[in-house]
Antibody, heavy 130, light 113 residues
C-alpha cells in the first residue's frame, strides 16, 4: 500500500521558488504503474491540479497551463521521492499543496491508461509573503 | 479543458434522509473503447486531504460505506448518500481524470438540517 509523506517550508518570499517533497513508501518512484501528481487548494481557486510525472522508459511530465513555465516536477530515485518546484511565486500561490498517486495500466500497443488519484499526502500549507 | 460544474453549492439534509449532489462535465468523460467514465467523487473534512469515495463514476472505494453510491454517464453524474449520518458532514467534490489538465468541481458543502 502506497503512503506519501510531504515536507517543505510553510513560508516562501515573493519571487522566490516554492519547493516541496513527497516521500514514497510502498512502491518505487520509478514504477511503470504509478503516476505522481501535485494538486493545490485555495479558497479562490478551489482544487487545482498542477502536474504529474511518471516513468515509462524515460521520465514524462504533464503540467497545467496555469503554471506552465514556472513549474518543474522531478523524481529522485535514490531517495524514492518526487518534488515540486514552482518559481517566481506571488501571494496567489498561497495554498495547501498535496501530492497524490494514481495507478497506470499499460495497454497493448504500449499506450497507458491513467486511473484515479487514490492516495494523497496530508497536505502542506504554503504562504507566500514578505 | 474540461470544466466540472457541481450543484448545489451547499445542502442541508436531516439525519437518516437522502442527500443528492450533481456534477456536470463540459465534455464527455466516457472513454468509448473501455466504456468507463473517468469520474471520481471525493469527500473532504476540515484539515484533511480529499478522500476518494467513488471512481469510474460508480465503483465504491474499499472501506467506503455502501450508503454512498455514484451514478451517471457521459457528462451528467450524481453522488447519493442514502441515509445521512453525522460523520458525513463534509465538502464533496467531483473530479475528472479523463484528460489533463485534470479538474475538480467547486465543491458541495453538506450539513445536517
Amino acid at each position: 500500500q502506497i503512503q506519501l509523506h510531504q515536507s517543505g517550508p510553510g513560508l516562501v518570499r515573493p519571487s522566490q521558488t516554492l519547493s516541496l517533497t513527497c516521500a514514497i513508501s510502498g512502491d518505487r518512484v520509478s514504477s511503470h504503474t504509478v503516476g505522481w501528481n501535485w494538486i493545490r487548494q485555495s479558497p479562490s481557486r478551489g482544487l487545482e491540479w498542477l502536474g504529474r510525472t511518471y516513468y515509462r522508459s524515460k521520465w514524462d511530465h504533464d503540467y497545467a497551463k496555469s503554471v506552465k513555465g514556472r513549474i518543474t516536477i522531478s523524481a529522485d530515485t535514490s531517495k524514492n521521492q518526487f518534488s515540486l518546484h514552482l518559481n517566481s511565486v506571488t501571494p496567489e500561490d498561497t495554498a495547501v499543496y498535496y501530492c497524490a498517486s494514481q495507478e497506470i495500466v499499460i495497454l497493448p500497443g504500449a499506450s497507458s491508461d491513467f486511473y484515479h488519484m487514490d492516495v494523497w499526502g496530508k497536505g502542506t500549507t504554503v504562504i507566500v509573503s514578505s | 479543458d474540461i470544466v466540472m460544474t457541481q450543484s448545489p453549492d451547499s445542502l442541508a439534509v436531516s439525519l437518516g434522509e437522502r442527500a443528492t449532489i450533481n456534477c456536470k462535465s463540459s465534455q464527455s468523460v466516457l472513454y468509448n473503447s473501455n466504456n468507463k467514465n473517468y469520474l471520481a467523487w471525493f469527500q473532504q473534512k476540515p484539515g484533511q486531504p480529499p478522500k476518494l469515495l467513488i471512481y469510474w463514476a460508480s465503483a465504491r472505494e474499499f472501506g467506503v460505506p455502501d450508503r454512498f453510491s455514484g451514478s451517471g454517464s457521459g457528462t451528467d453524474f450524481t453522488l447519493t448518500i442514502s441515509s445521512l449520518q453525522a460523520e458525513d458532514v463534509a465538502v464533496y467534490y467531483c473530479h475528472q481524470y479523463y484528460d489533463t489538465p485534470f479538474s475538480f468541481g467547486r465543491g458541495t458543502n453538506l450539513e445536517i438540517k
